[in-house]
């Protein structure tokens, strides 16, 4: 029978699902979790998207940023967002895996020199079309946002790939990241980001990958004396909304959000390198590991053992999408 609980059980869940819950004071309530420390370029990201919504909008919308996974990790961020419990999130590219094979180029190893390459192919139509990607499955993609390029860190060190033969590393949710980690004779574990550090120092994994700017912040340079600055890969985030939910907020202040978003994006992005050169140096001046320095050829053998990843997931990522990364390209 149709009871009255029912009734407001199902109110709750549209209510949920719609997503407009708002605070005491009637304004428009934005949620924006993540696992990153506040200092880091999406922790300072998202701090400033708080502070610019308060400053603009603060009589009808507040944001509330929970940053180092205070209220949840990143896949429960991924699925609370087509619930309407978080309304913002930002995982890096690479989390997108199982909804998407496209977003793999961003992790084929080796592809992007820099950052500025990433910057071209992301602001190039291909790379503008990708933001899109997802908002058939509840995911409207509205910025991408840089950390920066991954090194490798382990417990002894990592000249070559073959130095590497054997270690269990810890890499995100991604089937590139895992081609990339057998490429090099090596082990992948994934694993979630708030796990890294433990596992780091109860040996449950010998290394991993990850930005300096993670690497200073999640203390993982206590726990792992060797860093090689590979530069191998690239670390970067898509922030992402409920296009429905996106679609019904009023269009004044959803202009407005896009336009303090932009801002912000110009400023993540041109302060994230200086942010993870400012950690590196931090790491370095801590005293308890090493960064190597890998040579000409050094890298020259990195690349060519992990070349194979490309021919492996470039059918899957599309001739399309190559052809506007820096390997397709002929300018
Ligand atoms: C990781 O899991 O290593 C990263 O995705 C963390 C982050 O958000 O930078």
Redesign the pocket.
């Known amino acids: 029978m149709f009871s009255f609980r029912h009734a407001l059980t199902l109110l709750t869940l549209v209510w949920l699902l719609a997503g407009c819950g708002g605070d005491g004071d009637g304004r428009i309530v934005l949620k924006f979790p993540?696992?990153?420390a506040p200092g880091?370029p999406?922790g300072q990201g998202a701090e400033r998207l708080r502070a610019l919504i308060e400053e603009r909008l603060g009589d009808r919308v507040v944001m509330e940023v929970y940053p180092s996974g205070q209220l949840m990790n990143?896949d429960d961020a991924i699925e609370m967002l087509a619930f309407g419990e978080v309304q913002m999130i930002?995982?890096?590219l690479?989390?997108f895996d199982r909804l998407t094979r496209k977003f793999q180029v961003f992790d084929l190893p080796f592809l992007f020199a820099d950052l500025e390459e990433v910057e071209t192919f992301q602001q190039s139509p291909v790379g503008q079309e990708l933001l899109g990607e997802l908002s058939h499955k509840g995911f409207l993609g509205v910025a991408y946002w840089h950390?920066g390029m991954k090194q490798f860190g382990g417990p002894r060190p990592m000249r070559r790939p073959e130095d590497a033969a054997g270690m269990k590393f810890r890499i995100?949710e991604s089937d590139v990241l895992e081609a990339q980690i057998l490429a090099m004779g090596a082990n992948p574990q994934k694993m979630?980001?708030s796990e890294?550090y433990q596992a780091l120092q109860t040996g449950a994994i010998d290394a991993q990958e990850?930005?300096w700017s993670?690497n200073y912040s999640q203390k993982f340079f206590e726990v792992q004396p060797f860093y090689t600055e590979s530069n191998h890969g690239y670390?970067g985030?898509l922030v992402v909304v409920n296009p429905g939910y996106w679609k019904r907020l009023p269009e004044d202040i959803r202009e407005a959000l896009e336009a303090i978003i932009a801002e912000v994006t110009a400023e993540v992005n041109a302060n994230s390198t200086t942010l993870n050169a400012q950690d590196r140096a931090r790491i370095l001046a801590a005293g308890k590991s090493q960064i190597i320095q890998p040579s000409v050829e050094d890298l020259a053998a990195w690349r060519a053992a992990m070349r194979p990843v490309w021919e492996a997931f470039a059918g899957e990522i599309g001739p399309e999408i190559m052809a506007a990364t820096p390997a397709g390209r002929s300018d």
Do not use: G, I
């Open positions: 993540h696992v990153v880091t999406k990143e930002a995982p890096s690479s989390k950390n995100m979630a980001f890294v990850n930005t993670n670390l985030y």
